[in-house]
Structure formats: C-alpha cells, structure tokens
C-alpha cells in the first residue's frame, strides 16, 4: 500500500512539472505531453481488459472515436454545453461497449482478436462516410472549449491540467480496481476461465462488466480529446492504427500493472516527437517520418512481446517483489 502511495505521488508531480520544464527549460510545445494525457487513460482502460481479464481488443480506439464524435456532434449541430455532451459521450461509449462486447466476447483467441479488429475498422469506415453526421473525412470544425460560466479555458496549459487531471484520477481509480476483490477475480478469470467459473465466478458477466468500463472511460477521453484538442476532429485520428498503437503502449510498459500501462503510453506518445526532430535533421518529409515512426512502433511490439510479454515497469514490480 505504501509503495503504491509512493508511486502515486511521483506519478502527480511529474504530471505537475512537466508542462513547466517544457515550456520554460527546453522551448517545446505542449502538444505532445496533452496528447499523452489522453493516451494513458486509453492505455490504463485497456490494461484492465488485456491485462486483468485476459482478453484481446484489436479496437480499443473505436471507443475514444464514438465519444469524441458524440460529444462533437452534440456541440456542434445541436449547441449543447460541455457540461451535457461529455455525459452523453461516455453514455455513448457505455452503450457501444455493451452492444459489442456481449457478442464479441463470446469469442475466444485469435477469433476475438479478428472480431474487435473488423469492429474498428468498421467504426472507422463509418465516420468516414456519414458525411451529413461526422462531416466525413474532413471532419467536424469549429468544437469549442470547455468554459465555465464567461471562463473559457482555451490555453495549452488549461487544456493540460484538465486532460491530466482526469488522467490521474483515471490511474489512481483503476490501480485501486485491479487490486479490489473485483480486480481479483479477474486475474483469477485470467489464469484459468474454467476454474474460476467452477469457484462461482460469472466469467462472461464480468468479462463483459470490465469491458463495458473501460469502454467508457476510452469514450470519455474521446470527449475530452473533443473540448481539449484542436478545435477539429477527423476520422484519420481513430483508424485501427491509433488501437495498435494503444496496444503496444500496454504491451511495452506492462499490461499487468497499471502505472506501466501509463508509462508506455507517455513513451509512446514522445518517441514520435524525437523521431520527427531526427527527421528534421535529416530533411524528411512528413511521409517518411511517418512512415518510420510505424515501423519502429511496429519493432518495439515485437521485441517486446518475444523478450519481455510482461513489460517494462512488470518485471521491475516482479524483481523487487
């Protein structure tokens, strides 16, 4: 208890120094440390399904899409306040989830895996093409920012503390789940689906709980991601590629510890950085840096779950144990 007290707290002031140090020690944007804050409630809310209940989810950004287009649409077509569209965007990602994971999750292995994909991509095709709905593929314009009576809160700095405000709540709540008696029986489900069914556990009522929940909170980091981001949202930012990604920052930090779900994502989310200003040094075009940028994820979730399936952050909880 005490070690995760720890954890927690320097997990907090790093949130809180970080946008300082890169604003006024190295002159950099924010862009890449708020992107970060959304990543780790998408990495931590699938840790709990991949990590905790055993079961593989190929189209874990489709969530962070609807909510984001729910809570879009409902700003931008029938004017509502943030206070309403971000409910109803989580509400959305709750409803999802449900409908998904009850047939979905009667699968098993490699055919849950193929089911959840073809789920993302399908979403995906779908804010492409309802182009009176989702704007199509350019997207919807004009979102407007969380504001609070005549307070808008417009600036880099206060779209970082609300996102990561909401990241650390969404950390520290699902480190307490993973180890309630709830988080139990899902490892228990996780080691062996039949036992745990023969000591009364309902497995496929609690695969199903803990996929709808963190189907949520992924819809709810959509609709942050919509109040706090650019002002636009577009269809390429939720391909099957965004759940790969999300995926390999679960993979890479540890899918069985919560605090290394998030520590991959924040890696995830900078290495692009570095390899754009390696880029720039290099004279690549945009294209090209992308284009490396996936292959390199691509070599890390391969490395990683040959040498070390259970991550960074596991094995030094592992080895200090």
Request: neutral net charge; charged residues 15%.
């Amino acid at each position: 208890m005490r070690r995760d007290l720890k954890k927690g707290v320097i997990f907090a002031l790093i949130v809180v120094t970080a946008p300082f140090i890169f604003r006024y020690v190295i002159f950099y944007p924010l862009e890449p440390l708020l992107r970060a804050g959304f990543f780790v409630m998408l990495a931590v809310s699938l840790s709990l399904v991949v990590g905790l209940a055993g079961q593989i989810s190929l189209g874990h950004g489709a969530f962070f899409g609807i909510g984001a287009y729910t809570a879009g649409i409902m700003a931008t077509k029938l004017n509502l306040p943030f206070f309403l569209t971000i409910p109803i965007g989580t509400l959305s990602g709750i409803i999802a989830g449900f409908l998904i994971g009850y047939p979905v999750l009667k699968l098993k292995s490699y055919y849950l895996a193929l089911a959840t994909l073809i789920i993302g991509i399908a979403t995906y095709e779908f804010f492409k093409a309802a182009d009176s709905l989702t704007g199509g593929e350019m997207g919807l314009y004009n979102l407007p920012n969380i504001q609070i009576g005549k307070i808008e809160f417009y600036s880099p700095f206060s779209h970082y503390f609300i996102v990561w405000s909401f990241a650390l709540l969404t950390v520290f709540f699902c480190d307490f789940f993973s180890t309630s008696p709830v988080g139990k029986r899902l490892k228990a489900l996780h080691s062996d689906e039949e036992a745990a069914e023969c000591v009364g556990i309902d497995v496929f009522g609690l695969k199903l709980k803990v996929f709808v929940f963190a189907s949520a909170i992924a819809a709810f980091a959509g609709t942050l991601f919509a109040h706090c981001s650019y002002g636009t949202i577009y269809p390429g930012e939720f391909d099957v590629g965004l759940s790969i990604k999300i995926i390999t920052m679960v993979v890479l930090g540890g899918m069985y510890s919560v605090y290394g779900a998030a520590m991959g994502a924040v890696i995830v989310s900078l290495v692009p950085e570095v390899i754009r200003r390696i880029g720039d040094f290099f004279y690549m075009d945009l294209t090209q840096v992308t284009h490396i940028n996936d292959i390199i994820f691509g070599i890390i979730l391969i490395l990683f779950m040959i040498f070390s399936p259970e991550g960074i952050l596991a094995k030094k909880e592992e080895k200090s144990a």
